[in-house]
């Protein structure tokens, strides 16, 4: 069985809402500690969006609890 590390990419074929949804389906899925999570989306993310999670704090990003997916999908 996969482990599905890594996280479904945000790309020009498919809408902002739909990666969200597929993003909650990963998590479902993945064997990725939920403090690491947001970290795996971040280095998924390419051009503007990327550029839009940096801004955030690497401590919100990584929070223990998961919560830093929620923020980076609001980004």
């Not at 993945?30 to 390419?46: C, G």
């Amino acid at each position: 069985m996969s482990s599905y590390k890594a996280p479904p990419e945000l790309n020009d074929e498919k809408s902002f809402k739909d990666w969200k949804k597929e993003i909650e389906i990963w998590q479902l899925a993945t064997e990725v500690n939920k403090e690491k999570q947001a970290a795996m989306i971040f280095l998924s993310l390419k051009g503007k969006s990327r550029e839009a999670v940096l801004e955030l704090d690497k401590d919100i990003i990584g929070a223990a609890d998961g919560s830093g997916v929620t923020k980076v999908k609001k980004a």
